[in-house]
């Protein structure tokens, strides 16, 4: 499935971020899976991409192309086979990266809270592509009527992404940060913000 393999691509490369590892020569590839365009993403990769059969306003669509305006969803599935490849040029490029301070089911659990929170946003047009994720948690907090304690938890959410990419002393150690990302992603989960 799809959402495994972005999970394990942008928790790979959440983790090289955090080593110190130069991700420069994949910043746009990175940065648009991260913000949902799957549309660039594969025009980059030229993974193949599969065909995909969508039911939309009493219309059935079938076709391998990917197209800009898809919801996200659909994005993802058609991106799977570049999401594959980039997943092994970028193991290719770092090997086997170990961080004694995180797990890596966590990296995979912080790449689906961004691009979760992304996709819920782009899908009720509230945000632009290249929204911060502190705006996208808002506008997408308010539309949902979260509480003002829910959306300081999923704030904390992305604070614990910003210190594994830039470490400003965000909390006092690792462990405090996933106890605080481990609040905000079972919010997501509560209230299905989740990719699937």
């Given at each position: 499935?799809?959402?495994?393999?972005?999970?394990?691509?942008?928790?790979?490369?959440?983790?090289?971020?955090?080593?110190?590892?130069?991700?420069?020569?994949?910043?746009?590839?990175?940065?648009?899976?991260?913000?949902?365009?799957?549309?660039?993403?594969?025009?980059?990769?030229?993974?193949?991409?599969?065909?995909?059969?969508?039911?939309?306003?009493?219309?059935?669509?079938?076709?391998?192309?990917?197209?800009?305006?898809?919801?996200?969803?659909?994005?993802?599935?058609?991106?799977?086979?570049?999401?594959?490849?980039?997943?092994?040029?970028?193991?290719s490029e770092f090997g086997k990266l170990v961080d004694k301070d995180i797990p890596d089911d966590i990296y995979e659990?912080?790449?689906?809270?961004?691009?979760?929170?992304?996709?819920?946003?782009?899908?009720?047009?509230?945000?632009?592509?290249?929204?911060?994720?502190?705006?996208?948690?808002?506008?997408?907090?308010?539309?949902?009527?979260?509480?003002?304690?829910?959306?300081?938890?999923?704030?904390?959410?992305?604070?614990?992404?910003?210190?594994?990419?830039?470490?400003?002393?965000?909390?006092?150690?690792?462990?405090?940060?996933?106890?605080?990302?481990?609040?905000?992603?079972?919010?997501?989960?509560?209230?299905?913000?989740?990719?699937?």
């Amino acid at each position: 499935m799809n959402t495994l393999i972005i999970a394990k691509t942008v928790g790979y490369m959440l983790k090289a971020m955090k080593l110190k590892e130069d991700t420069s020569l994949f910043r746009r590839e990175f940065a648009s899976i991260r913000h949902g365009n799957y549309f660039e993403f594969t025009e980059l990769i030229k993974g193949e991409i599969p065909t995909v059969v969508v039911y939309n306003k009493g219309e059935i669509q079938v076709n391998n192309k990917i197209k800009k305006e898809e919801i996200d969803f659909v994005g993802l599935i058609k991106s799977g086979p570049s999401m594959i490849k980039f997943h092994e040029k970028c193991f290719s490029e770092f090997g086997k990266l170990v961080d004694k301070d995180i797990p890596d089911d966590i990296y995979e659990k912080i790449a689906l809270f961004e691009i979760g929170l992304r996709m819920h946003a782009n899908n009720k047009n509230l945000i632009n592509s290249h929204e911060d994720l502190i705006e996208v948690i808002l506008k997408l907090s308010k539309s949902k009527n979260l509480a003002k304690n829910q959306v300081e938890k999923l704030q904390n959410g992305r604070q614990f992404l910003n210190m594994i990419k830039h470490p400003k002393n965000q909390f006092p150690n690792w462990n405090n940060g996933i106890n605080a990302f481990n609040k905000a992603y079972s919010i997501c989960q509560k209230h299905s913000l989740t990719v699937i």
